[in-house]
């Protein structure tokens, strides 16, 4: 078991507000990532990092930043919500035979 | 970039039953992974059978069993016996390279019901 935990795991928010999503590790895993799943479009990759304070983007970045300031956690902000953001979020670890994930977050903007 | 095809949104089989759930991807990489993840209502991604492209032999983890066509590009995922504990949306993935850092692609996903 890797030791992904993600918080919190439901969030409603409003229109305009900003959000920040946790995900922490407890086993010093270099890389770590930020996916969003959306029905018809599978999971697709947000951002991700490489180890401290080293990220960058993947297909859907554009809305989102991310922060790396310790190994064991990497943070999704969403700066100025909207309801495009809808979604179910989740970290991943990548380890030899593949990802682990965390439990995921739902959040709603409303 | 790789993509990855799974073009069957929903399925249903009756308990006991098999049945196949289709994938299948482009790349011009000779050398990847392929993966089959199950999500339950639980929303937990759930690591249920991998295939490495260099490998001839089907992966196999008990009832669950893939067809690996490279040529065709096709990842096909057999359930057999299936149980109402299957039900699941099922979710065909690609990684370029077995190393840290390398990508996950992921399909759409098939959405399986099992029957009693």
């Known amino acids: 078991d890797a030791g992904i935990t993600q918080s919190p795991r439901h969030k409603v928010t409003e229109t305009g507000t900003p959000v920040t999503l946790r995900c922490h590790q407890t086993e010093n895993h270099r890389y770590m990532y930020w996916y969003r799943q959306d029905p018809g479009h599978g999971l697709r990759l947000i951002h991700y990092?490489?180890?401290?304070?080293?990220?960058d983007k993947g297909e859907v970045s554009d809305g989102y930043s991310v922060s790396r300031s310790k190994t064991e956690d990497f943070l999704l902000t969403l700066e100025s919500a909207t309801s495009s953001q809808t979604s179910v979020y989740f970290c991943a670890i990548s380890e030899s035979y593949g990802y682990t994930f965390g439990s995921g977050t739902r959040l709603t903007v409303v | 970039a790789q993509t990855v095809t799974q073009s069957q949104p929903e399925m249903s089989v009756q308990e006991a039953e098999t049945v196949t759930l289709s994938c299948t991807y482009d790349t011009s990489e000779n050398n990847y992974y392929l993966f089959w993840y199950k999500q339950p209502p639980s929303r937990q991604m759930i690591l249920v059978i991998r295939?490495?492209?260099?490998?001839?032999q089907n992966a196999t983890e008990n009832r669950f069993s893939v067809n690996f066509q490279k040529a065709a590009k096709s990842f096909s995922l057999k359930i057999s016996d299936s149980q109402l504990g299957d039900t699941a949306m099922y979710f065909c993935?690609?990684?370029?390279?077995?190393?840290?850092?390398?990508?996950?692609?992921f399909g759409e996903g098939t959405q399986l019901t099992v029957n009693p």
């Open positions: 990092s490489y180890g401290v304070k080293d990220t």
């Open positions: 295939q490495e492209a260099y490998k001839q």
């Open positions: 993935a690609f990684m370029k390279e077995r190393t840290s850092g390398s990508r996950l692609t």
